[in-house]
């Protein structure tokens, strides 16, 4: 188990132990592709932020919307990549890193995510990696809700600038289009249900629904056992080309 994964305890609950499977998967395949000594970039900032600095033993550069990053040690970089579809849009310069991360953003993007990725693809160094989390968005529970007549995602909303939500999911066969339309080779793909519904639909600060211990360990067994084309969560562990 990654040693950083140990400051998330069994009695914590919120947001940080709803993602914790997530942030271990996440972790795990940086250990599996990160070169001594390599440079990571973390695209949103949030606490999986830390856990890569404290896992990897090294600063983290980070990107987002955030005016400072919380990795002091790390270079950031305020820019939203929304921007990139912006003819007057001036982004930072970014190089020569080992390993992108970039988990649970390109859903709440409205920016194309060939522009998103071709920008990252850049800031790669040559057969670098790129890792995409993001929702399923044909996942069991979103075609069982557009069976039933509701709609399987929420209404855009107010807070764009704050708390944009999901602007658009994408299926496992768009991601990998994408991926390879932007100079990728696909090296690995995951569809996992690594959350944990315990803590389902609690913040930061464990407020909300209260935990929910045996429901919840039930939800995590029936969603984890699903075939994987309905499995919540998709990862994909992206290379660089050669070629571009």
Not at 124 to 146: D, E, H, M, W, Y
Not at 168 to 196: C, H, K, N, P, W
Request: hydrophobic residues 40%; aromatic residues 8%.
């Amino acid at each position: 188990m990654p040693r950083s994964i140990a400051a998330i305890r069994g009695n914590d609950t919120g947001y940080l132990a709803f993602h914790a499977p997530r942030y271990r998967f996440v972790l795990e395949l940086v250990d599996r592709y990160l070169p001594r000594g390599g440079r990571v970039l973390d695209i949103g900032l949030s606490p999986l932020t830390r856990l890569l600095r404290d896992h990897v033993g090294a600063p983290i550069d980070t990107l987002g919307l955030e005016t400072a990053s919380n990795v002091a040690d790390g270079i950031h970089h305020q820019f939203d990549l929304n921007r990139l579809g912006d003819l007057d849009a001036v982004a930072p310069t970014l190089t020569a890193y080992d390993i992108i991360v970039c988990a649970e953003v390109i859903e709440h993007l409205y920016t194309s995510p060939y522009t998103i990725l071709r920008f990252l693809h850049r800031a790669l160094v040559p057969n670098g990696i790129l890792i995409v989390q993001t929702p399923n968005a044909a996942s069991l529970f979103k075609r069982v809700r557009l069976v039933l007549g509701v709609h399987p995602y929420e209404m855009l909303r107010e807070t764009r600038s704050t708390n944009p939500g999901h602007y658009r999911e994408y299926t496992v066969s768009e991601l990998q289009a994408i991926a390879r339309g932007t100079g990728f080779d696909v090296i690995d793909m995951e569809r996992r249900y690594y959350f944990d519904a315990r803590f389902a639909d609690m913040d930061d600060a464990g407020r909300g629904r209260r935990p929910r211990p045996l429901i919840g360990a039930i939800k995590n067994v029936v969603y984890g056992a699903l075939p994987p084309f309905l499995r919540e969560g998709v990862t994909l562990v992206l290379r660089k080309s050669a070629a571009r």
